[in-house]
């Protein structure tokens, strides 16, 4: 949304006040405080009230620490994260550079690998559980290529690390596109003289992506980063669809929590906990993203 | 140079296979009998084709009416999505005001925190105000995720169009808002529709607000976790409720293909 002021048009002349553009933003500030900021507050407010007696009170937060699901659901949801994010990140550059080199057909190449956008955590986590499922299409193409006389059980317990993995091949197959598609938008912001210049310094193609296209597409890179991360909290339908509960993550806890043992109370525990850690997050990437800013401009 | 013209099309060979393989074949598992998807040896191509499998998952309880309401909420939400912010994108657009940073801040940030975070307490607040378990309580929280998007789409789509022919429209003595409506909504009309169709891919989509907030009243994604969750559904209504979800976001996505930089990019232009 950035629009050099000097193209907008003036609209009042100076000194008066025009209120046509505060009237034209209430509407969504309004919507926003009631069903966004409200929520985020109600839901601190709740994760720290006693359910029966109303009264403020840490028990909330002690029945989801003590709850057995607890410490597994935060180490998964970051392990998947942490495996996850990397791969989404550099599928996508690699996805959004050969996009941009425009070979023939690129346009179709983008539409094609654009698609997973569309399509919801629930139905990519159904759609990998067709190939992962015991009787599923990996097991029908071990078996074409003569690798399993029996089919294998990808989808137990007995493999949690299977399991991750199953997932995490969804998650980077579904939302690989997103981080593609912001990588490219910042692509196409990068002036060509910029490519230029470095070739006529006689620099070759990797040394301009590494010491040219990468440092500019930074700020790109850091969105890309940050709601990837953000979004791995969210993480909920893919892991239901393909492991159900045996894989606990933090965004299912919140789900059980109200819909299986219905208690508003400790879902909100995990929904705070989900906000304040999607806050830090956000805080520490920028935090040690403008760090090194400093440090390579000194 | 063909060297790397040959590393360009084979990458491009291997990615578009990792992307469009498992759509193959969940097509595939949706028209296949019933019978092979649970056979072993597994065959991968059908000998077959039928129709079956996607009528059972068609005809189960309460399938067609979670469609219905899917559909009706993905209409109130583009409606209220429309309605909420279309005045602020256009703002954000053509005034330039004390506060327009902190307004653009404060919608980005909606990006931020999705679903999770807020349909829990808001369930809490719907039973208070009597929206719990009802779509327009569903396509509210689909609104809000929407605000961003929505927003920064109908701002790019003015952008685009010069405020000059709305001030040529007003010298010819057109009222302003005259103007807005004869010269620049014809204009914007396109890109309006592809922020309309994103939102309904979105609220179609979504998952955990819709299960959270409604009892009875499920939406088609709602419906099918609680089927797989509390009801253990058969694997073969699973592959048919996978495929019919994903049906409408092939066609969804060739129709906004020219916005698809749009919705996600840092900035506009």
């Known amino acids: ?92 550059l690699v996805i959004a550079l050969l996009v941009n080199s425009r070979f023939r057909g690129h346009s179709a190449f983008l539409y094609l690998t654009a698609i997973p956008i569309g399509i919801s955590d629930l139905a990519a986590g159904l759609i990998w559980l067709s190939i992962f499922t015991e009787r599923g299409y990996l097991n029908a193409f071990l078996d074409a290529a003569g690798l399993a006389a029996q089919p294998i059980t990808f989808l137990t317990y007995e493999h949690t690390s299977w399991l991750i993995g199953a997932i995490v091949v969804t998650e980077v197959w579904r939302a690989t596109a997103i981080v593609m598609l912001i990588l490219l938008s910042g692509l196409q912001l990068i002036a060509k003289d910029y490519h230029d210049t470095a070739s006529i310094f006689g620099a070759g193609r990797w040394q301009t992506l590494r010491h040219v296209t990468l440092p500019l597409l930074r700020p790109s890179l850091q969105t890309a980063l940050i709601i990837r991360t953000i979004l791995a909290f969210q993480l909920f339908a893919t892991v239901v669809a393909l492991a159900g509960r045996q894989i ?18 400790v879902a909100s525990a995990y929904a705070a906990l989900i906000l304040v850690l999607s806050a830090a997050i956000t805080f520490g990437y920028l935090r040690l993203l403008r760090q090194r800013e400093l440090e390579m401009t000194a | 140079m063909t060297l790397r013209r040959l590393g360009i099309y084979s990458a491009v060979v291997v990615i578009s296979a990792w992307v469009a393989l498992p759509l193959v074949l969940i097509t595939l598992a949706a028209f296949s009998p019933r019978e092979i998807l649970y056979a072993w040896p597994r065959r991968i191509w059908p000998e077959r084709f039928t129709l079956d499998t996607m009528l059972f998952f068609v005809r189960s309880a309460g399938v067609l009416q979670s469609v219905v309401n899917s559909l009706i909420v993905a209409v109130l939400t583009i409606v209220l999505a429309f309605l909420i912010s279309a005045p602020t994108g256009y703002a954000l657009a053509r005034y330039r005001f004390r506060g327009r940073d902190a307004v653009q801040l404060a919608i980005l940030a909606t990006k931020m925190f999705p679903a999770t975070v807020l349909s829990i307490p808001l369930a809490v607040a719907f ?24 927003t920064v789409i109908v701002s790019s789509v003015f952008v685009g169009i010069s405020y000059e022919l709305e001030e040529a429209a007003m010298t010819l003595g057109s009222s302003r808002l005259q ?12 890109g309006l529709a592809a922020a309309a169709i994103f939102t309904f891919v979105l609220s179609w989509n979504e998952v955990f607000a819709a299960t959270i907030l409604t009892l009875n009243n499920r939406t088609l994604p709602a419906l099918i976790i609680n089927s797989v969750v509390a009801a253990g559904a058969p694997l073969h209504y699973r592959f048919a409720g996978g495929f019919f979800m994903v049906l409408p976001a092939l066609i969804i996505i060739l129709l906004i293909r020219r916005y698809l930089l749009t919705l996600w990019g840092v900035t506009v232009r």
């Not at chain 2, 039973?127 to 929505?150: C, E, K, M, N």
């Not at chain 2, 004869?182 to 396109?190: D, G, H, Q």
């Open chain 1, 1 to 92: 949304m950035v629009v050099a002021d000097a193209e907008l048009p003036q609209v009042a002349p100076r000194g008066r006040v025009d209120w046509t553009p505060y009237l034209l933003v209430l509407p969504t500030l309004a919507f926003l405080g009631v069903f966004f900021v409200y929520p985020m507050a109600q839901a601190i407010w709740l994760s720290l009230t006693d359910q029966q007696s109303g009264a403020l009170s840490l028990t909330n937060f002690r029945r989801m620490g003590g709850d057995l699901y607890f410490i597994p659901a935060i180490r998964y949801s970051i392990l998947i994260m942490a495996i996850a994010v990397p791969l989404q990140v550099a599928l996508g």
């Open chain 1, 248 to 265: 606990p993550v933090l965004a299912g806890e919140a789900y059980f929590w109200y819909s299986l043992y219905r208690s508003p109370n």
């Open chain 2, 127 to 150: 039973i208070r105000w009597g929206l719990y378990d009802r779509l327009i309580g569903v396509a509210i929280v689909h609104a809000t995720l929407s605000i961003p998007f929505v």
């Open chain 2, 179 to 190: 103007a807005f409506l004869r010269v620049t909504i014809p204009m914007a009309l396109p």
